[in-house]
Nanobody
Framework: QVQLVESGGGLVQPGGSLRLSCAAS????????IGWFRQAPGKGREGVSC????????YYVDSVKGRFTISRDNDKNTAYLQMNSLKPEDTAVYYC????????????????????WGQGTQVTVSS
């Protein structure tokens, strides 16, 4: 099994930046797609971004395009989410998760499709 641990969250002002990390152990990540999800208070969990295992193709939901960048470093067995120009509506607990592909990262099915999840890291955007 793969174990995932998120880090890098915190309190940041609107317009600021954070870099989230997702460190894996137990298995290497190179054969997995890695998705980032978030859950705001009172809302359901939603997909934010995903990076594929085969060719490194990246995907983003419209609300974060141009602001967030997903990446992976297979040598370090770690994935990242660089978050720039943060907005209050980005406030949420952010989770990373793995699946074979990114196909369902931004669909209701994705919550169930992705099998391994970290415990989340809190991101709060406030002045």
């Amino acid at each position: 099994q793969v174990q995932l641990v998120e880090s890098g969250g915190g309190l940041v002002q609107p317009g600021g930046s954070l870099r989230l990390s997702c460190a894996a152990s137990g298995e290497t990540l190179h054969s997995y797609a890695i998705g980032w999800f978030r859950q705001a208070p009172g809302k359901g969990r939603e997909g934010v971004s995903c990076i594929s295992s085969r060719d490194g193709t990246t995907y983003y939901v419209d609300s974060v395009k141009g602001r967030f960048t997903i990446s992976r470093d297979n040598d370090k067995n770690t994935a990242y989410l660089q978050m720039n120009s943060l907005k209050p509506e980005d406030t949420a607990v952010y989770y990373c998760a793995t699946d074979l592909t990114c196909t369902y990262y931004n669909s209701p099915r994705g919550i169930y499709e992705f099998d391994y999840w970290g415990q989340g890291t809190q991101v709060t955007v406030s002045s």
